[in-house]
C-alpha cells in the first residue's frame, strides 16, 4: 500500500516550517510584490514531519503533522500555531482507535474552523492495522470527528481533505485510497461521514488512489490522484456522483505517490 506523503521529516534547526514573506531574507532589494522564502528557525520542536500548512488569518498560521517521541516506534500527532511572532507547540488528542498516528493534509473550511485527516498504525514499524483519522479544529479546541458512520475503512488512509465554500456547517470531502490500491472518497453532511461510491478506472493495473480534493466556484468538486503506473486521474462531482474526467500517460519511471495531481486550487 502506497504511503505518499507519510514519511516528509523536518529539522527544526534547519529546514523548518518554510514560510512566504515581501522583501525578506534576500541580498538583493527584489522586485515588486515579489515573493521570498524565508527558513523559519527555533520552532517548538527539534524533530518533526510537517505535512500541511494553513492560513487562519493574516498573522496566524496552522501547520500540522506528527512527532516520534524519544526512544519509541510511533507518532503523536501534533499542531504548531504561529500567533503574530513564535509557534506554539500542542499536541492533538490520542486518536480512539490506533496506536501510532500521523496528519496528512489540512484544510481551513468556510465556518473558520480547521480540518485535518491522515491515519493510525496499531504498530508504525510494520503496522498490521490501518485506521483513517480525521481531527477538527474550532476556537483553539482539538477533536476527533468519528467517521464510524462511513462503514468499516480498515486499511484506509486519508492524503486529502476540502471543504464546501458557504455555509456555517459546510460540507466536507476527504479521499485517499485503502489496503490493495483503490482510490476512497467520503463526505461529511449534517455532521455524519459517509461512504461515497467511484468508479475505479479501467484496467487499474496494480493499483489507483486519490490525492486531493477540493470544491470550484460553481459546486463542482475535483479529486486528483493517480494509477501505480504513473497514470493521473481526475475525478468529477456535479451534484450526481463521482465520475472520472480524465486520465492521462504518467511516467513510469516515478513512484506511486510522486505521480499525478498532487494539489488543487481554486480561485
Not at 520542536?45 to 487562519?56: E, G, I, K, S, T
Not at 490506533?98 to 491522515?118: P, Y
Not at 490500491?181 to 461510491?197: K, V
Request: aromatic share 8%.
Amino acid at each position: 500500500m502506497s504511503t505518499g506523503r507519510r514519511g516528509r521529516r523536518v529539522r527544526g534547526a534547519a529546514l523548518a516550517v518554510v514560510l512566504a514573506a515581501t522583501g525578506l531574507g534576500c541580498s538583493e532589494k527584489p522586485l515588486p510584490g515579489t515573493l521570498v522564502w524565508e527558513s523559519v528557525p527555533n520552532l517548538p520542536l527539534r524533530l518533526a514531519y510537517l505535512n500541511a500548512v494553513v492560513a487562519l488569518s493574516k498573522d496566524r498560521v496552522l501547520a500540522i503533522g506528527n512527532a516520534p517521541p524519544e526512544g519509541a516506534p510511533l507518532n503523536r500527532p501534533l499542531a504548531m500555531v504561529k500567533n503574530g511572532g513564535a509557534f506554539d507547540l500542542a499536541y492533538l488528542p490520542s486518536p480512539a482507535n490506533g496506536w501510532s498516528a500521523s496528519l496528512l493534509e489540512a484544510t481551513k473550511a468556510s465556518d473558520g474552523s480547521v480540518w485535518v485527516c491522515g491515519r493510525t498504525f496499531d504498530y508504525e514499524p510494520d503496522p498490521s492495522r490501518i485506521q483513517p483519522l480525521i481531527y477538527r479544529y474550532v476556537a483553539g479546541v482539538w477533536s476527533e470527528s468519528p467517521i464510524d458512520d462511513a462503514g468499516d475503512l480498515e486499511g484506509t488512509i486519508l492524503t486529502g481533505i476540502g471543504s464546501a465554500r458557504g455555509g456555517e456547517d459546510p460540507e466536507m470531502r476527504a479521499v485517499g485510497d485503502q489496503r490493495g490500491g483503490r482510490g476512497i472518497a467520503i463526505r461529511r453532511l449534517g455532521g455524519h461521514w459517509t461512504l461515497d461510491s467511484l468508479p475505479a478506472p479501467d484496467a487499474p493495473g496494480a493499483g489507483w488512489r486519490l490525492g486531493e480534493v477540493g470544491q470550484g466556484r460553481d459546486g463542482t468538486w475535483y479529486a486528483g490522484g493517480s494509477t501505480a503506473d504513473g497514470d493521473g486521474l481526475l475525478y468529477v462531482d456535479d451534484g450526481s456522483g463521482w465520475r472520472l474526467a480524465s486520465r492521462w500517460s504518467g511516467y513510469p519511471a516515478l513512484s506511486f505517490q510522486h505521480s499525478g495531481i498532487r494539489s488543487l486550487e481554486f480561485t
